[in-house]
């Protein structure tokens, strides 16, 4: 899948406690945390949104991951990169 496709993905309280939903729009990544249910907004490399993409689109692997996790490690890492919107 390439990563200019646009993907959304919006998850129950079973799938995620932290994400409500995520939006892959080529490399800006908006997610909205359930807590607040306020939205975010990113920007990421290429390679980086390929591999959301893949995820959220596996539910295989959704099931053995956490989404929340892998976005707050993305997040210290600087995979994902806050945009003021």
Same mark, same amino acid.
């Given at each position: 899948?390439?990563?200019?496709?646009?993907? !959304?993905?919006?998850?129950?309280?079973?799938?995620?406690?932290? #994400?409500?939903?995520?939006? #892959?729009?080529?490399?800006?990544?908006?997610? *909205?945390?359930?807590?607040?249910?306020?939205?975010?907004?990113? *920007?990421?490399?290429?390679?980086?949104?390929? !591999? &959301?993409?893949?995820? &959220?689109?596996?539910?295989?692997?959704?099931?053995?991951?956490?989404?929340?996790?892998?976005?707050?490690?993305?997040?210290?890492?600087?995979?994902?990169?806050?945009?003021?919107?």
């Amino acid at each position: 899948m390439s990563a200019t496709s646009s993907v !959304f993905r919006k998850f129950d309280d079973n799938q995620s406690s932290a #994400i409500q939903s995520i939006l #892959i729009d080529d490399t800006e990544v908006i997610v *909205t945390f359930r807590s607040s249910q306020k939205a975010y907004a990113f *920007t990421t490399t290429p390679n980086y949104a390929e !591999f &959301l993409t893949d995820m &959220l689109t596996n539910d295989n692997v959704l099931e053995a991951v956490s989404i929340g996790g892998t976005i707050a490690d993305a997040r210290k890492t600087g995979e994902l990169q806050s945009v003021i919107i």
